[in-house]
């Protein structure tokens, strides 16, 4: 059984959002940047806990990003992966990203292929769907739980309003959120054994993207909060009526 | 050349937000000048024609049972052959579940550049480029798509229904379907409620409620309003409510009308999920609460002395 698990660099949750160069760059100063929550806590530890159910597995993990997103990608090779490709190049568009790990995904057949269901910065939740078109692979999206039974996987995935249950046969490319698994922190023997892990690092394929970021922008500041005394609570319920109009 | 939007549905129905995405294609196609229409695949929801108040001149059906079962594969490989015989350029999805599913596929099957979760209409003064939404809506981009098809999926509650006159003109499309390969076991759906996803009106609790038992305060304001229920991480955690109640970042990012929360404190991870509510009311007695922030009308007081007759002046507006 053979598992990749696509991983991406992204700001802290907490992160103050901030735009440089005209509105047209992110500003990096002073963040600290992570493994996309959604990658990690869910994608990256069910391949692992597969792995520990079957010792067969191999767990591989992949990045397009610089050098700088290396520190992560040994973080996750810590928490349990067993090699690392990064593709070496920088991009926005989902497609160009989808397109680099589907060149590499060809190469390897994999039987299951791991994202988090959104990056937390661009809330694009489009490289796993794109990536299974581009290898002709069933997808399921937004899974709430992942289970394997030999060749077949049973995807739990959010409905609005509930959840459905679905059953493929492998390969299969899945989105992965919350309930998934849960998050791990790595312990000291995973980040020793990380440092000698491999990381390969292959240049990107000429790929056109689709799409590019003309310019950021942050929403307009709120008015203030206004605050009515708890002591009449019901003109709260006026302003909501008549001002705010809402119901 | 029209524009396209996908009609999702549900057990008989076409789901609110693509009735807001149809709205939105409607007036992408009169900006292009075209015209806009549906498609939708699987049983036909009756009164499929009266979609054209939304300013659909035409939906195309493709009626086939394997199609009640949703998979993305079989359903982009479908809608990208009808695009082709409709020959549209413009596709519009709800940024919904399944849109979130299919747009993807369809996106890198046409190699037609994609923008998921847009908030606003195309500005097409300098080629097209679409707003959306970032971290959680704490920031937008501007995005330009450089291909000649195009794609957007619609953030839910970004864009306001305009109904108009008309009726649909009801066409059969006649498309090959493959055989799926994701099969559809169960449904699990919570009844009797109103979903969160697609709620204009939350009330949500958090640990400031103290316990399970004292949820009548959110369960009672949103049976008055006929609005959702929704909770924090730390309420989930501790299993005082289910976690599909859960918002915030690793819950359900929800962009309702009204955002009512109660006892929440209003951590970065929660505001998360609930910052593209249009109206957030906070009621904390802690006035530092971080939520303040965030919100547009308060009540620094407590929420057991408060609750009941915010509830009380509630049921007396609505004649309950």
Not at chain 1, 134 to 140: G, K, M, N, R, S
Request: charged fraction near 20%; aromatic fraction near 6%.
């Amino acid at each position: 059984m053979k598992i990749l698990v696509c991983i991406s660099k992204t700001p802290d949750t907490t992160a103050k959002i901030a735009f440089t160069d005209n509105n047209t760059k992110f500003a990096e100063a002073g963040i600290q940047f992570i493994i996309n929550p959604y990658d990690e806590w869910y994608a990256l530890v069910r391949a692992i806990e597969l792995k520990e159910a079957n010792p067969d597995t191999q767990v591989h993990l992949i990045n397009v990003g610089g050098p700088d997103a290396d520190p992560i990608i040994r973080k996750a090779l810590a928490l349990g992966g067993d090699e690392a490709i990064r593709i070496n190049a920088n991009g926005n568009d989902s497609y160009y990203i989808a397109a680099q790990i589907a060149e590499v995904a060809k190469q390897n057949s994999y039987d299951l292929i791991l994202t988090g269901k959104e990056t937390i910065d661009y809330n694009g939740s489009s490289v796993g769907g794109m990536l299974a078109e581009l290898l002709d692979l069933p997808f399921v999206s937004l899974a709430t739980k992942v289970d394997l039974n030999g060749t077949t996987c049973t995807v739990n995935r959010e409905i609005e309003g509930g959840e459905e249950v679905n059953e493929v046969t492998l390969p299969v490319v899945i989105s992965c959120g919350k309930g998934v698994a849960e998050q791990r922190i790595p312990n000291m023997r995973g980040i020793m054994g990380a440092r000698s892990k491999p990381l390969k690092v292959v240049e990107p394929q000429a790929i056109d993207p689709l799409t590019t970021i003309v310019s950021f922008e942050l929403p307009p500041a709120k008015a203030g909060v206004k605050l009515v005394s708890p002591d009449h609570p019901e003109e709260l319920v006026r302003l909501l009526h008549e001002e705010a109009k809402l119901f | 050349m029209p524009v396209l939007v996908f009609l999702d549905q549900s057990e008989g129905q076409v789901k609110k937000n693509s009735i807001e995405a149809a709205s939105y294609a409607a007036k992408v196609a009169e900006l292009a000048g075209t015209t806009a229409e549906g498609i939708i695949l699987g049983s036909i929801p009756t009164g499929l024609a009266e979609l054209g108040v939304y300013g659909l001149k035409k939906i195309h059906t493709l009626k086939q049972e394997t199609l009640d079962h949703f998979d993305a594969q079989i359903f982009a490989k479908v809608i990208a052959e009808a695009v082709s015989v409709i020959g549209a350029k413009i596709i519009v999805f709800s940024n919904n579940v399944n849109g979130k599913a299919i747009a993807p596929r369809l996106s890198a099957h046409l190699k037609a550049g994609l923008v998921m979760g847009a908030i606003d209409l195309p500005v097409t003064t300098d080629g097209f480029v679409v707003k959306k939404s970032l971290f959680s809506g704490k920031a937008f981009a501007n995005v330009s798509i450089k291909t000649e098809i195009k794609i957007i999926t619609l953030n839910h509650n970004s864009y306001k229904v305009i109904k108009g006159e008309g009726a649909a003109e009801i066409s059969e499309l006649s498309v090959q379907v493959d055989r799926a390969k994701v099969s559809v076991i169960a449904v699990n759906k919570i009844t009797g409620e109103v979903p969160l996803a697609e709620a204009e009106l939350v009330i949500s609790g958090g640990r400031g409620l103290k316990g399970p038992e004292n949820w009548h305060l959110v369960t009672d304001l949103a049976k008055a309003l006929g609005a959702a229920t929704a909770c924090s991480r730390a309420v989930a955690d501790v299993d005082w409510r289910p976690h599909h109640e859960h918002v915030g970042q690793t819950g359900l990012t929800i962009a309702p009308n009204l955002y009512f929360a109660i006892g929440i404190s209003g951590a970065i991870q929660h505001l998360a999920g609930v910052n593209r509510s249009k109206v957030i009311v906070v009621i904390n007695k802690d006035p530092e609460a971080p939520f303040f922030k965030a919100a547009d009308y308060g009540i620094v007081g407590d929420a057991f002395e408060v609750m009941p007759k915010i509830i009380d002046e509630v049921k007396r507006l609505k004649g309950l």
